[in-house]
């Protein structure tokens, strides 16, 4: 514990007048299709989003929000991690890793960690409780990248165990993600499966490895490897951009805040349960918080090395784990998300003791549907507790 020391976030003065003078500064690209949303992010409302997070948004008081979490730093294995440790209250907390994805932060942690960790206070069990372990991805946010290559989801994985087990001296451990997270997660789940009782997953993390005995492929399955084909047909290109050439994106993305917001909020966007509205289920502040952070840190192009590590040295589908994940495995299917696989598949691919499909909800579940996930990973790790 003498490796844990705590953090607050603290903003000067002169960084938020440099990103107003930013905003004021902005060129918008000429409009192509007015406010419609099929070329991206269009300059109508990126003009508007602007404009309220030059002369609106509120930093102050959403520093005060993220500077509530019980916040903190590590040095593990050469590496500044920065993350939330929120201790339960109930009988036995048990410990639970929530690791975010691209392009959120630690910050999707706010909506559940209340009810994860004090479950009595929200109408639950105490019996419920967990400890709460967030850490900011490496080179996202406040965790430092390390400059040099090799950060991959097998790396970070290896990292938040050490974090979990050598730092915090969690024996045993539970583990949830989607996006990034679900890559995490999985490998901690194929790797550490001596001190993780168990993972719960909200995206797939892994995929078979099929081969002629292998049983063949149902209607479902069928379809959803067309649906997973058509999202990095139609959707890809960030990936792409971020796996191959993330220092050029970088470059006018770490210097304009306009850039940022546009490349971000997009996502949020395309990849909620919104309807085409994304401030139906995501308001400004929640968006300018999550995007107001990487800007502070700096972090867009660290976070998009993710991409490019873990395309070059774990192979073009290196995001996702091959094979089999013999650990104890939760999923839960928000309609609305990236692609949702059907449970036969899911089972291809991990030992899988609890399967839930929502027909609401996106790709950021924490914010999205709080509740549903919160209910899912209480009932899911309410056997494993041991």
């Known amino acids: 514990m003498a490796q844990v020391r705590p953090f607050r976030s603290e903003t000067s ?24 949303w099929t070329h991206g992010t269009p300059p109508g409302y990126l003009a508007e989003l602007l404009e309220y997070w030059r002369t609106e948004f509120d930093w102050g008081a959403a520093e005060e929000r993220l500077n509530a979490l ?23 907390p048990f410990p639970l890793l929530f690791s975010h994805g691209w392009p959120g932060s630690f910050w999707e942690v706010h909506k559940i960690i209340g009810p994860l960790t004090d479950p009595a206070a929200y109408g639950g069990d105490p019996a419920d409780a967990f400890d709460v372990v967030a850490p900011s991805l490496p080179g996202y946010g ?23 087990t050598e730092v915090l001296g969690y024996s045993r451990y539970g ?25 719960h997953l909200n995206l797939m993390g892994a995929t078979p490895v099929l081969d002629e005995n292998s049983a063949p492929l149902t209607p479902a399955e069928e379809a959803f490897v067309a649906e997973t084909e058509q999202f990095f047909s139609a959707e890809g290109g960030y990936a792409q951009i971020q796996g191959t050439r993330p220092s050029t994106l970088a470059a006018g993305l770490s210097d304009s805040p306009a850039g940022l917001a546009g490349w971000i909020v997009e996502k949020f966007r395309a990849w909620s349960d919104c309807g085409g509205d994304v401030e139906s289920v995501f308001s400004k502040d929640e968006m ?43 999923f839960a299917s928000f309609a609305k998300d990236n692609f949702t696989p059907p449970e036969e598949w899911v089972r291809r691919c991990y030992r899988l003791t609890r ?32």
């Open 288 to 330: 300018l918080t999550d995007i107001t952070l990487y800007w502070l840190t700096n972090s867009i192009a660290t976070s998009t090395r993710l991409y490019y590590e873990t395309m070059h040295t774990e192979g073009m589908l290196g995001r996702f784990v091959p094979g089999y994940v013999d650990t104890p495995t939760g």
């Open 70 to 92: 019980p916040q903190f730093l590590a040095e593990v294995d050469g590496n500044t991690v920065h993350f939330v440790h929120a201790k339960g209250v109930g009988p036995r």
């Open 355 to 386: 399967f839930t499909e929502f027909d609401q909800g996106g790709h950021f579940a924490a914010l999205e549907r709080p509740e549903e996930l919160v209910t899912e990973i209480r009932g899911f790790f309410r056997p494993l507790r041991g």
């Open 142 to 164: 406040f965790s430092s990248h390390p400059g040099t290559p090799g950060m991959t989801p097998t790396a970070m994985a290896n990292l938040f165990n050490q974090l979990m």
């Open 13 to 36: 003065p002169e960084q938020l007048t440099d990103l107003r003078e930013r905003l004021a500064r902005t060129r918008f690209a000429p409009a192509l299709s007015g406010q419609d």
């Open 175 to 199: 583990a949830q993600g989607g996006d990034w997270g679900a890559q995490i997660t999985s490998r901690l789940g194929r790797d550490h499966g001596d001190t993780v009782a168990g993972i």
